[in-house]
């Protein structure tokens, strides 16, 4: 078999001292890993989920584990901390609930929480074999009884990630959420059995082996598999498209009714059509999207984590507001979706990097790979095929650029300074802008060293084509194929922390890039905010006496333009104050006191000093020309 631990590691040995020592720990762990695949080959874990027993009283699932035979008188049955799609901590064990395991003698084991709540310990008696798992698992967007997985004690997951147990409305199980693994047996396949009633069926992207009509089999390979399987069982309403060699399913459940999937494929077409253009020839795939559009008397504004959507390879979950304005609505749906699908590429899917072990962060050294490709190719896809204006794309990127002043002098590397920052938001942000500029500079790079015969689009796709995940990096693959030069780029800018040299690469494509520059922009006027962790929201640090949204310091933000504004959107929902693009109304709600207020404001044009200016250069040269034209310009794929 072939393994990636390789796979990102830029540099060349000759020139990495540390090369042979990390190269020994991959070895090793590779060979341990290997020696434990052997050991379980055959086996298979069998989960049952039972739906049919929920009712409005009791909003539980009960789900029996059938371990394979695991000769230890010691077993921990894990709980995932965390999650390669989430940033932050999320402890499953919390929604665990009247756990209790048996031998097989049929002999209850005493069974003691540890770390946090997210390990099970089970002690075996000599010669015992545990026989079976049953707990019941709570709801993660429940606020029954008077507590809620929201606030205080709890760590929060965003609604798109967790569970909804609701007999009249649906059931959405993110399978990490439901069941765990066994400690060194998170590699063996898993066997899901859904028990449910009639009147509903199964959305979702993973294999089904059987399916009757209350009941549902599926099979994956492994754990890290099979959470990347989300499952809706319900009544949405359903729609379907082909777009190249992608297929697309679209499932919406609306509250109100009022969202069809047939609006969502109208809003978000010729998106898809301009990121399939972009894949190219990938190999036929299915893609599945489900949206949740939540009332507005049913949104929980200001709790956490409510907001947003989570991408996997084969599917996506959304959970949103629904909104009477349909521009906003439009806005909303396609700035959460864009670049989703691009996640079928290999180098984009970060689960396949997910390191077996989660109770730690899940933030690894491709990280960055796979976050600035992600935002980087949605723009290049769009700009491609004129979906986006280069004026647009420009101001994305000068908004990219503030927030990377803070970590510019940070390695992109250091994944276990990253893994800590996800815990706030805005230091997320800098380091996923600090990544989309690295790999737009790459792109230059590529592109220049290639002649243009190439550039990190059609790279990244002979890796997804040719040879996936082995024991081969990006580097190694650009050094081989095309420059050497890759070498140096990585040390000064990815395991380095030399600042990216935006100025000389910008002219390379004919843009100019000024620090700090004199120019005449749209404004509402200057506010700075600050994020509190512990209420999940922007507060107002600093805003001018003349500023035309009325904020004042400590005002806290609850929604701009109808959405509402947390941890799970601050780039998309801060936009329109921070970078409007004409003088188009905007529609502001906060909190000052206790007292909603809702301010509708026009921006102006103010002549200013405006740091980290991008715009196109009027005497760029005949090179810098056809570069740009190589990059940006629509061609036939």
């Known amino acids: 078999k072939n393994y990636h631990f390789f796979l990102f590691t830029f540099g060349s040995p000759l020139m990495r001292p540390d090369f042979i020592f990390v190269s020994f720990l991959c070895f090793f762990f590779s060979l341990r890993t290997l020696s434990g695949q052997q050991a379980v080959a055959g086996y298979e874990c069998r989960v049952s989920i039972d739906l049919v027993s929920v009712t409005k009283e009791k909003d539980r699932v009960r789900v029996s584990i059938t371990p394979p035979p695991i000769k230890s008188r010691r077993i921990r049955y894990v709980l995932p901390a965390y999650l390669p799609s989430i940033g932050d901590k999320v402890d499953v064990g919390q929604f665990v609930h009247q756990f209790y395991a048996l031998d097989d003698r049929g002999t209850p084991l005493k069974a003691v929480k540890k770390q946090g709540g997210n390990v099970i310990l089970l002690k075996l008696g000599k010669?015992?074999?545990?026989?079976?798992?049953?707990?019941?698992?709570?709801?993660?967007?429940?606020?029954?009884?008077?507590?809620?997985?929201?606030?205080?004690?709890?760590?929060?997951?965003?609604?798109?990630?967790?569970?909804?147990?609701?007999?009249?409305?649906?059931?959405?199980?993110?399978?990490?959420?439901?069941?765990?693994?066994?400690?060194?047996?998170?590699?063996?396949?898993?066997?899901?059995?859904?028990?449910?009633?009639?009147?509903?069926?199964?959305?979702?992207?993973?294999?089904?082996?059987?399916?009757?009509?209350?009941?549902?089999?599926?099979?994956?390979?492994?754990?890290?598999?099979?959470?990347?399987?989300?499952?809706?069982?319900?009544?949405?309403?359903?729609?379907?498209?082909?777009?190249?060699?992608?297929?697309?399913?679209?499932?919406?459940?609306?509250?109100?009714?009022?969202?069809?999937?047939?609006?969502?494929?109208?809003?978000?077409?010729?998106?898809?059509?301009?990121?399939?253009?972009?894949?190219?020839?990938v190999p036929p795939r299915h893609y599945k999207m489900f949206f949740y559009f939540a009332s507005p008397e049913n949104f929980k504004v200001g709790t956490k984590g409510v907001f947003g959507g989570v991408a996997h390879r084969n599917s996506a979950v959304y959970y949103f507001l629904e909104s009477k304005d349909e521009d906003q609505l439009i806005s909303l749906v396609r700035r959460e979706t864009s670049g989703d699908i691009l996640k079928v590429m290999s180098l984009l899917d970060q689960s396949k990097q997910c390191t077996g072990d989660l109770l730690v962060p899940q933030v690894t050294p491709c990280w960055w790979v796979a976050e600035g490709m992600k935002s980087y190719f949605t723009w290049l896809a769009d700009l491609r095929d004129s979906v986006s204006s280069e004026e647009e794309f420009m101001a994305a990127i000068s908004a990219r650029i503030r927030l990377y002043q803070e970590v510019r002098h940070k390695s992109l590397h250091d994944f276990k300074q990253i893994g800590k920052s996800m815990k706030d938001p805005l230091v997320a942000e800098e380091y996923r802008s600090k990544a989309m500029l690295t790999i737009m500079l790459l792109d230059v790079e590529v592109t220049l060293w290639s002649g243009g015969a190439k550039g990190l689009r059609e790279i990244a796709l002979e890796l997804n084509d040719s040879i996936g995940f082995r024991a081969d990096s990006l580097g190694r693959y650009i050094a081989r194929t095309i420059s050497t030069e890759i070498y140096t780029f990585a040390n000064n800018y990815v395991f380095g922390e030399k600042e990216l040299p935006l100025i000389e690469s910008f002219g390379k494509i004919g843009w100019v890039y000024s620090p700090t520059s004199l120019d005449s922009i749209l404004t509402f006027g200057q506010v700075s905010l600050y994020y509190d962790e512990i209420a999940d929201a922007f507060f107002v640090?600093?805003?001018?006496?003349?500023?035309?949204?009325?904020?004042?310091?400590?005002?806290?933000?609850?929604?701009?333009?109808?959405?509402?504004?947390?941890?799970?959107?601050?780039?998309?929902?801060?936009?329109?104050?921070?970078?409007?693009?004409?003088?188009?109304?905007?529609?502001?709600?906060?909190?000052?006191?206790?007292?909603?207020?809702?301010?509708?404001?026009?921006?102006?044009?103010?002549?200013?000093?405006?740091?980290?200016?991008v715009r196109p250069d009027p005497a760029a040269g005949a090179d810098a020309q056809l570069l740009h034209a190589r990059i940006f310009s629509p061609f036939d794929y």
């Open 127 to 281: 010669g015992r074999v545990l026989r079976k798992l049953e707990y019941w698992i709570d709801d993660s967007w429940d606020e029954s009884e008077g507590k809620s997985y929201h606030i205080d004690n709890y760590n929060h997951v965003p609604n798109a990630n967790g569970t909804s147990f609701d007999s009249e409305k649906g059931f959405l199980l993110n399978t990490a959420f439901m069941f765990g693994y066994f400690d060194g047996y998170s590699w063996i396949p898993y066997r899901v059995t859904v028990s449910h009633s009639a009147d509903v069926a199964a959305f979702t992207g993973m294999p089904r082996v059987e399916s009757e009509f209350n009941r549902d089999e599926f099979f994956a390979n492994s754990y890290t598999d099979i959470i990347e399987f989300p499952i809706y069982y319900g009544k949405p309403d359903t729609i379907g498209f082909e777009s190249r060699n992608i297929y697309l399913d679209i499932a919406v459940f609306s509250e109100t009714g009022n969202v069809t999937a047939r609006q969502i494929r109208k809003y978000i077409g010729a998106q898809v059509s301009a990121l399939t253009r972009f894949l190219g020839d």
């Open 541 to 613: 640090r600093q805003a001018d006496l003349g500023n035309r949204l009325r904020l004042e310091a400590g005002d806290r933000l609850v929604s701009i333009n109808g959405t509402h504004v947390n941890a799970a959107n601050i780039e998309e929902s801060l936009n329109a104050i921070y970078s409007p693009q004409d003088t188009s109304a905007v529609e502001v709600i906060f909190i000052r006191g206790n007292q909603n207020e809702r301010v509708m404001a026009t921006p102006f044009f103010k002549t200013m000093v405006i740091d980290h200016l």
